[in-house]
């Protein structure tokens, strides 16, 4: 994405559906005399809400509250003009098409937040925060996102690269009066240093599943042999007749999901083929996949018929899984699981609380800690990490600082690369082609 210094942008930052507000946005050198030019004062109050009879030259367009920003103290950084008029696609459509005609463009996909990114109002880990926070679905993926927005990774990874430049700056300077024979660290605390940055980035790179799971909600498999009850369960968890339930072993084939909000996270149960021996060919493609969604799912149920429990041949993808029996209206369960029947719904409330718990202890991070939420941010952080541990074993075997300093600068610049301090337009392409027009 290319984001010109002297471009006038705009946008709807509101969907363009009928409603009884929407919001028009306006950013660039030529904001303010736009919006001047559709009958706005000329004495535009900065920051205020402003009442405007909007005028085109075919006659009044509309009634609206403008609220001017002048650069910097705006979003963008940049001179901004904010429009709030009445939500009928005709008129904000004919808004947007005036101001492009007194000279604006249409924005890009993130535009918006990419040139606030550009002017330091935010740095990448914020701006992704804004996409996740659009796109929650959880008051608890919204917190975490609101968590990120206000820099809770940023002045971990800030500290971190601060801590990183201070060793580069002695190594530099041992460089450069090398003759003199001054030493600027010993190496003893560089490697008290690069030990402790190196504790930090493994307490990141330990969230990313977590992150990720909070961001894009879990995955939960619920395996068993056929006729234990795995379809009637999903039923039961999702509320709906989801899947088809028969006496007849083998009825799922293939993989049926169903998202459900369980410890504030979109959990999406997944019921699979029953596993057993035999079976004709389409059976046993659906038996493969039970298995390989079993291995990439974040929480596993093994259910197992309490009136025949068979627990001696569990597939190894089960093996920590939550252990529930089910028919228990027809015999009691063993002690070592939980008992339900999902025809009478006894046992129901006890297997919510327990996945409940499962969510909530395995996949909610603590209040205010950091936490990597990306394929982006791991990589980067992952890539600090690598170079952390060639710079500390080339301490430890008195290697010089020219090649100490080589790695030391690669983890510097992957974290740099992980909040924007370090540019990539590749990196920023990626991030706000995902975002809404108008943000």
């Known amino acids: 994405m290319s984001t010109p210094a002297l471009d006038t942008i705009v946008a709807p930052a509101t969907p363009l559906a009928t409603s009884a507000l929407a919001i028009v946005r306006i950013d660039g050198p030529l904001a303010h005399s736009i919006i001047k030019g559709l009958g706005a004062p000329k004495d535009l109050a900065e920051r205020r809400a402003v009442f405007v009879r909007l005028e085109t030259a075919e006659g009044p367009l509309d009634e609206v509250i403008v609220i001017s920003y002048v650069a910097p103290k705006s979003f963008t950084g940049n001179d901004l003009i904010e429009i709030t008029c009445h939500g009928s696609p005709l008129i904000v459509g004919t808004l947007v098409k005036e101001v492009i005609d007194r000279g604006a463009r249409m924005a890009e996909p993130g535009e918006f937040t990419e040139r606030a990114v550009l002017n330091g109002k935010l740095d990448l880990v914020q701006a992704e925060a804004i996409g996740d ?63 402790e940055d190196l504790a930090r980035i493994r307490s990141l790179a330990e969230t990313a599943r977590r992150g990720r799971g909070l961001r894009d909600g879990l995955t939960a498999v619920i395996l068993g042999r056929p006729n234990a009850g795995k379809s009637t369960l999903l039923n039961h968890l999702c509320g709906s007749e989801r899947a088809i339930v028969t006496p007849t072993p083998g009825t799922t084939r293939d993989l049926i999901r169903e998202t459900v909000i369980v410890g504030g996270l979109p959990v999406t149960f997944i019921d699979t083929a029953g596993l057993r021996t035999g079976g004709e060919l389409v059976e046993e493609i659906g038996q493969f996949r039970a298995l390989e969604a079993a291995s990439k799912a974040d929480l596993v149920i093994w259910l197992e018929d309490s009136s025949d429990p068979d627990l001696t041949d569990v597939p190894s993808e089960a093996r920590d899984a939550i252990l529930v029996f089910s028919k228990v209206d027809q015999k009691a369960a063993p002690p070592e699981g939980l008992g339900i029947s999902a025809r009478t719904g006894a046992g129901m409330t006890v297997l919510w609380e327990r996945l409940d718990r499962e ?81």
């Open 133 to 195: 926070l659009i796109n929650s679905r959880t008051t608890l993926q919204a917190q975490l996102s609101l968590s990120n927005l206000g820099g809770t990774l940023s002045r971990w990874a800030g500290e971190i690269r601060a801590d990183l430049l201070f060793l580069i700056a002695r190594l530099e300077g041992a460089l450069d009066f090398a003759d003199e024979g001054y030493t600027f660290i010993t190496d003893e605390e560089a490697m008290r240093h690069l030990d």
């Open 359 to 439: 969510v909530r202890d395995r996949f909610r991070p603590p209040e205010g800690s950091p936490l990597i939420v990306n394929a982006r941010q791991e990589r980067e952080i992952n890539e600090a990490g690598d170079a952390l541990r060639q710079a500390r074993l080339g301490v430890s075997e008195g290697l010089s600082e020219e090649m100490i300093l080589v790695d030391l600068y690669a983890a510097s610049s992957a974290i740099g690369r992980l909040t924007g301090a370090i540019s990539s337009s590749e990196i920023q392409n990626e991030i706000f082609s995902n975002f809404c027009i108008g943000k």
